[in-house]
């Protein structure tokens, strides 16, 4: 069995519910309250979890919100491990407005991390035993910008391959540093490694083989919202179109499309089929109100069209 550890530096518990109008200084009443353990590793997690890979979740954790988002990991049944910090983990909340149609997100910075906490996260990462890591989401205050770059140093030197999702520095000083098995991102944040506006495909292409021939990421997968995504290796490079659906929410799309592809790439599967892969897991993620990510039954349905097969070829049914 292929294992995926994923980590999450500032994981969050993730609140959602709608409300009838979002108005300032008025109470505003909700309804549909649900609650989720977040943060870009564990989403990547959960999403795995129910492809039906073999994953286990590790994150830092602490105060008095720690334990709730323990307990949130173990009511889904998920394999995790929690890093203690002293810290209290944040509690982000998405709101629908239905008059509107819109959602609204807060999302707090998040506890700031000591360098001893930092250490024992990388003594925590050097212990675990799996055949793929995903690093993702933004780092908390505290962490070092190249604090991913030590990571990946660890996991090549025991033949570990790396997948990362972040932003910003954190994102730019990893790629720098090379040695990335797949990176994710987002248009913006694309235009962020290159340094520039990237106004067309070309553009954006041209920018991610740079990036591969740099060896900072053997595979560059760009995802463009309406515009679809975008992969790009050495040898090939494909685009797809936006799958069209009536969205409900974009909370956690990215991550479900890391989450696939990563699941597609983990059980042996030639590139293009894993992006595409990831491509219905995203799409199927808007498909679900505030945090709940995308499912299973409608990863499979979207992907269908785009010749993927049967998921269980590249994992347990579940």
């Not at 890093?83 to 407005?97: K, N």
């Not at 996260?121 to 991913?148: A, H, K, T």
């Not at 699941?263 to 030639?270: D, I, Q, T, Y």
């Not at 995308?294 to 010749?307: K, M, N, S």
Request: proline fraction near 5%; include cysteine.
């Amino acid at each position: 069995m292929t294992r995926i550890a994923t980590l999450t530096l500032n994981p969050t518990i993730d609140g959602s519910s709608d409300a009838e109008t979002v108005q300032h200084t008025r109470k505003i009443r909700t309804a549909n309250e649900r609650f989720d353990p977040g943060g870009g590793g564990i989403n990547v997690a959960r999403v795995l979890a129910r492809l039906g890979g073999d994953t286990e979740a590790v994150y830092l954790a602490g105060g008095v919100t720690g334990p709730v988002l323990s307990g949130l990991l173990e009511r889904l049944g998920l394999s995790h491990r929690a890093i203690p910090i002293e810290g209290d983990t944040r509690i982000s909340l998405a709101v629908h407005e239905r008059q509107s149609g819109k959602e609204f997100r807060f999302v707090p910075q998040g506890p700031t991390v000591s360098e001893e906490e930092c250490q024992q996260c990388l003594g925590m990462i050097r212990s675990l035993e799996c055949s793929w890591l995903v690093l993702s989401g933004s780092l908390p205050p505290g962490v070092p910008d190249d604090f991913y770059c030590r990571i990946v140093e660890i996991a090549r030197a025991q033949n570990v391959p790396v997948v990362l999702d972040t932003s910003g520095g954190a994102l730019k000083a990893t790629l720098a540093s090379g040695g990335v098995r797949l990176v994710k991102p987002s248009l913006g944040e694309m235009e962020q490694i290159a340094g520039r506006p990237l106004r067309d495909g070309e553009q954006i292409i041209e920018a991610a083989k740079s990036l591969v021939a740099s060896s900072g990421a053997e595979t560059v997968a760009v995802s463009m919202g309406h515009g679809g995504a975008l992969l790009v290796e050495a040898a090939q490079v494909v685009a797809s179109p936006a799958i069209p659906v009536d969205a409900r929410s974009a909370v956690g799309a990215g991550d479900s499309f890391v989450a696939a592809m990563t699941f597609g790439l983990a059980h042996g599967w030639e590139s293009r089929r894993a992006f595409h892969l990831g491509i219905a897991a995203g799409t199927a993620a808007v498909l679900t109100p505030g945090t709940d990510l995308c499912h299973r039954a409608d990863v499979e349905r979207l992907a269908a069209p785009l010749g993927i097969g049967n998921l269980s070829e590249g994992g347990q049914t579940k």
